[in-house]
């Protein structure tokens, strides 16, 4: 056996050692869901892992105050790996994405690999990345430089399928409001202007729109508001919209459609129209050469990875905004059969007996794939090198 399986089996047994540990705490995190940027105890558990395994903390990153960064140094300062935990939950279903695994995975994996070899040859951290859902925590700090100098950036994603490699959509919200003028809807209707029709126009312009967009194109919303009594002319509409497209400059483009299709129903009502635009999602350039490392690991552990469908069945992550900057891995572990993100069904999925083994496994393959680029001689090239190539792609 080389050096590099000894140490791999050498973290999976700490991964295991702790086991009561990391299902207790991911259990506690999904019995407590928190929203984006409101994920306090999350955070204040994880860190405090973190630091009682003798990890040095920062917290808040990037003007966040539930992102944090815990590290320990090794030899040298390179190679440096960064594993990524997301702990928000959604509105109304909880933990229904399954970030209470995905946060323990990472921060598993870096207690369990600081256990097994007190001193890496290079510096490991765990990066806490509030609101992948809402705001996208991980874009201000890929702009605040968190992610410079990392050379292997992984996370694992709780799914359906067993997908290392998967592509995601470049996305970004877009919130319109329409601003009109309120009156009596029956005794002077001629002296009010009515947002909501405007709203209603650009929600049907859109769907005109959809039939002339390429088939990676996503545009959803909903109305957030409409008015509020059917007798007042409404004054105020609102609706919020996410547009997705295989790329950022593709995405651009659809922006500007779609902010056109409410131009036009602000012109044909006389309401005015305002925008409010989210941070660019990326789109993801996964690293293959970290993706057959993470692969490999997890066929030592008995799982096969699946080939994914060539088109279609993708979401976005801000987890592309990494993979713009480091060589990124955002493998897909398989904690259902059929539950689709997102539901009830996934969210208990989440929290189950195999949602926990996924976890563990998961944390598994990140620390060893950890292992390899710490260890496998030539690897910290070798990865800069795909990531150079699948940029120019
Ligand atoms: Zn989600
Ligand atoms: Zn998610």
Same mark, same amino acid.
Request: include cysteine; charged fraction near 20%; proline fraction near 5%.
């Given at each position: 056996m080389s050096d590099v399986d000894a140490l791999k089996d050498k973290v999976c047994a700490q991964v295991d050692a702790m086991r009561e540990t990391f299902v207790g705490l991911s259990a506690r995190i999904h019995e407590t869901p928190e929203v984006g940027l409101q994920e306090h105890q999350a955070a204040r558990w994880l860190t405090g892992l973190l630091r009682e395994h003798g990890f040095a903390v920062t917290q808040p990153v990037a003007g966040m105050a539930t992102a944090f960064r815990a590290e320990v140094q090794g030899e040298h300062a390179r190679p440096h790996v960064a594993l990524i935990a997301e702990y928000d939950a959604l509105?109304?279903?909880?933990?229904?994405?399954?970030?209470? @695994?995905?946060?323990m995975a990472s921060v598993g994996a870096a207690v369990a690999l600081h256990r097994a070899i007190p001193t890496l040859p290079g510096t490991l951290t765990v990066l806490g990345t509030p609101a992948e859902e809402t705001v996208g925590g991980k874009i201000p700090m890929v702009e605040h430089g968190v992610f410079e100098g990392v050379d292997a950036a992984m996370m694992f994603h709780p799914s359906r399928n067993n997908w290392?490699?998967?592509? /995601? @959509?470049?996305?970004?919200? @877009? *919130?319109? *409001?329409?601003?009109?003028?309120?009156?009596h809807a029956a005794a002077a209707p001629e002296k009010g202007v009515n947002a909501l029709n405007a709203l209603l126009l650009t929600y049907? /312009?859109?769907?005109? @729109?959809?039939?002339?967009?390429t088939s990676d194109v996503r545009i959803h919303g909903i109305i957030t508001k409409g008015g509020d009594a059917p007798n007042v002319v409404p004054a105020l509409a609102q609706g919020e919209f996410i547009v997705r497209a295989n790329t950022r400059a593709a995405l651009a483009g659809i922006m500007a459609s779609v902010k056109g299709c409410a131009?036009? /129903?602000?012109?044909? *009502?006389?309401?005015?129209?305002?925008?409010?635009?989210?941070?660019?999602?990326?789109?993801?350039?996964?690293?293959?050469?970290?993706?057959?490392y993470f692969g490999e690991n997890m066929a030592r552990l008995g799982i096969r990875g699946e080939e994914p469908p060539a088109h279609g069945g993708v979401g976005s992550s801000d987890i592309g905004n990494v993979s713009l900057v480091a060589p990124t891995i955002h493998p897909y572990v398989a904690i259902t059969d059929d539950a689709a993100g997102h539901t009830p069904e996934f969210r208990e999925a989440a929290r189950s007996e195999r949602g926990y083994a996924a976890m563990l496994n998961a944390a598994k393959g990140l620390a060893m794939t950890a292992v390899d680029v710490m260890y496998r001689p030539g690897a910290p090239d070798e990865l800069w090198a795909a990531f150079r190539t699948s940029l120019q792609r």
């Amino acid at each position: 056996m080389s050096d590099v399986d000894a140490l791999k089996d050498k973290v999976c047994a700490q991964v295991d050692a702790m086991r009561e540990t990391f299902v207790g705490l991911s259990a506690r995190i999904h019995e407590t869901p928190e929203v984006g940027l409101q994920e306090h105890q999350a955070a204040r558990w994880l860190t405090g892992l973190l630091r009682e395994h003798g990890f040095a903390v920062t917290q808040p990153v990037a003007g966040m105050a539930t992102a944090f960064r815990a590290e320990v140094q090794g030899e040298h300062a390179r190679p440096h790996v960064a594993l990524i935990a997301e702990y928000d939950a959604l509105a109304g279903v909880g933990h229904a994405c399954g970030h209470n @695994l995905i946060c323990m995975a990472s921060v598993g994996a870096a207690v369990a690999l600081h256990r097994a070899i007190p001193t890496l040859p290079g510096t490991l951290t765990v990066l806490g990345t509030p609101a992948e859902e809402t705001v996208g925590g991980k874009i201000p700090m890929v702009e605040h430089g968190v992610f410079e100098g990392v050379d292997a950036a992984m996370m694992f994603h709780p799914s359906r399928n067993n997908w290392w490699v998967r592509g /995601a @959509l470049a996305a970004q919200g @877009l *919130t319109i *409001t329409f601003h009109g003028k309120s009156s009596h809807a029956a005794a002077a209707p001629e002296k009010g202007v009515n947002a909501l029709n405007a709203l209603l126009l650009t929600y049907h /312009a859109i769907d005109a @729109l959809r039939q002339h967009v390429t088939s990676d194109v996503r545009i959803h919303g909903i109305i957030t508001k409409g008015g509020d009594a059917p007798n007042v002319v409404p004054a105020l509409a609102q609706g919020e919209f996410i547009v997705r497209a295989n790329t950022r400059a593709a995405l651009a483009g659809i922006m500007a459609s779609v902010k056109g299709c409410a131009e036009g /129903a602000a012109a044909a *009502t006389g309401a005015r129209v305002a925008f409010a635009q989210g941070l660019v999602y990326a789109e993801r350039n996964n690293n293959p050469v970290l993706a057959r490392y993470f692969g490999e690991n997890m066929a030592r552990l008995g799982i096969r990875g699946e080939e994914p469908p060539a088109h279609g069945g993708v979401g976005s992550s801000d987890i592309g905004n990494v993979s713009l900057v480091a060589p990124t891995i955002h493998p897909y572990v398989a904690i259902t059969d059929d539950a689709a993100g997102h539901t009830p069904e996934f969210r208990e999925a989440a929290r189950s007996e195999r949602g926990y083994a996924a976890m563990l496994n998961a944390a598994k393959g990140l620390a060893m794939t950890a292992v390899d680029v710490m260890y496998r001689p030539g690897a910290p090239d070798e990865l800069w090198a795909a990531f150079r190539t699948s940029l120019q792609r």
